[in-house]
C-alpha cells in the first residue's frame, strides 16, 4: 500500500524533459540568433496565424531570456508589432485572444509572456497548422 507522501509523488515531473521536448518542437519553428537573441522564424510567414506569429515570438522572448540573450521573457504590443510587422491595435487583439486561451499572461501592466507548461499545446497546433508532423 502507498504512503500518502507516495501517490502525492506521481505529481511530479521533471521540467529538464519538459523543456527538452518543447524545444524539440520549437527548433522547427523557430530560432534564436546566438549574438543579438532576437527571434527567427523558420517557416513562411504565409502558412501563420497572426497570433501564432506572435505567439511564437513570445516563445522566442522566453527561450532568449533562458539562454541568457535576452533581459525579459515578456515582450510589449508595440515591441511585437516591429518585431512581425502587424499593426500595433490587431497584436493587441491577438494579444487579448491569447490571453482568454490561457496562452499568455500579463506579469507587468503593458507587457505580455507566454506562460511555460502551455508552450508544447501551442506549438503542437501551430506544427499541426503549417504541416509538420
Do not use: C, N, W
Not at 107 to 122: A, K, Q
Request: charged share 35%; proline share 2%; aromatic share 6%.
Amino acid at each position: 500500500m502507498l504512503s500518502e507522501k507516495e501517490i502525492y509523488k506521481e505529481l511530479l515531473i521533471d521540467k529538464k524533459q519538459k523543456v527538452e521536448s518543447i524545444v524539440k518542437k520549437a527548433k522547427d519553428l523557430i530560432g534564436i540568433d546566438k549574438e543579438t537573441g532576437e527571434v527567427i522564424i523558420l517557416v513562411s510567414r504565409a502558412k501563420l496565424r497572426d497570433e501564432d506569429l506572435i505567439g511564437l515570438h513570445l516563445i522566442g522572448k522566453f527561450f532568449a531570456s533562458e539562454l541568457g540573450l535576452s533581459e525579459s521573457s515578456s515582450a510589449t504590443a508595440k515591441e511585437l508589432s516591429e518585431k512581425t510587422g502587424i499593426k500595433q491595435t490587431v497584436v493587441s487583439a491577438r494579444l487579448h485572444d491569447l490571453k482568454l486561451m490561457g496562452y499568455i499572461r500579463s506579469p507587468r501592466r503593458g507587457e505580455h509572456e507566454f506562460i511555460f507548461p502551455r508552450m508544447s499545446e501551442f506549438l503542437d497546433s501551430v506544427r499541426e497548422r503549417v504541416g509538420l508532423p
